[in-house]
């Protein structure tokens, strides 16, 4: 059978026909699946971004007690994130130098975070003295009173109780291991005061009945010399 002209022709290694390719654009759907991605990406990086974010805030470099005129070497700098909690009460690097000279209210262990609360105006007047307070441990809420502490202070005179001192910062406590029965010396309190806490106290003291007891977190005693309740 003999092929026919256009057969042979093909048969010989003649191009096929060349298709032409439509070009589509992209439809809403893909434009919008696109955006998505991106955005997702976008928000993704500033996530991490948030979280990774730091600021520093100033610490203890020893223990510090209240009374204490700070100086920048008594202060040394952490990172923490700038989402930590109670970041705004906190001293931050760039106030450093505008609190130099500020007095402590209150004791502050080594490593302590420095609050805006615990500072005082030394232009105020507000520098305070320290007093021990020698009593036995189970006038002195069961020897379990610790540094930084808030103390209200009651003598009992013909037999009334009122109130002599409150809200008393604690500096510091003896160690019951070397205090009382059988220790090496009495156990004490020492506290921070204005001189006419100072004053109260020492006629307390003179009196021979003084109780200590914790104020940490308690409302305020509406004023000294208040008959007890």
């Known amino acids: 059978m003999t092929s026919s002209p256009s057969t042979r022709l093909r048969e010989a290694g003649s191009p096929k026909p060349v298709r032409r390719r439509i070009s589509r654009r992209p439809s809403a759907t893909h434009v919008l699946i696109a955006?998505?991605?991106i955005l997702a990406f976008v928000l993704n990086l500033l996530v991490l971004q948030d979280r990774s974010a730091t600021t520093h805030v100033a610490i203890a470099a020893r223990p510090l007690t209240a009374g204490t005129s700070l100086e920048t070497s008594d202060l040394r700098l952490?990172?923490?994130d700038v989402g930590f909690e109670g970041l705004e009460t906190l001293i931050e690097d760039e106030e450093l130098a505008s609190i130099a000279g500020s007095v402590l209210e209150r004791s502050i262990p080594e490593g302590g975070l420095i609050e805006r609360s615990a500072l005082l105006d030394p232009g105020t007047g507000g520098g305070l003295r320290s007093m021990?307070?020698?009593?036995?441990?189970?006038h002195a809420a069961g020897g379990s009173l610790r540094a930084g502490d808030r103390v209200d202070v009651i003598s009992v005179a013909d037999g009334t109780a009122r109130?002599?001192?409150v809200d008393l910062g604690v500096i510091s406590v003896a160690d019951t291991a070397t205090a009382g029965i059988g220790g090496t010396g009495p156990?004490?309190?020492?506290?921070?005061?204005?001189?006419?806490?100072a004053l109260r106290l020492a006629?307390?003291?003179?009196?021979g009945s003084v109780e200590l007891v914790r104020?940490?977190?308690a409302e305020r005693v509406g004023e000294v010399g208040a008959v007890e309740p």
């Open 203 to 207: 006629e307390a003291l003179e009196a």
């Open 35 to 37: 955006f998505v991605v």
């Open 132 to 138: 021990s307070l020698p009593v036995p441990v189970e």
């Open 78 to 80: 952490v990172p923490v």
């Open 187 to 197: 156990y004490h309190v020492v506290v921070a005061v204005e001189a006419s806490d």
């Open 215 to 217: 104020a940490t977190g």
């Open 163 to 165: 109130f002599v001192a």
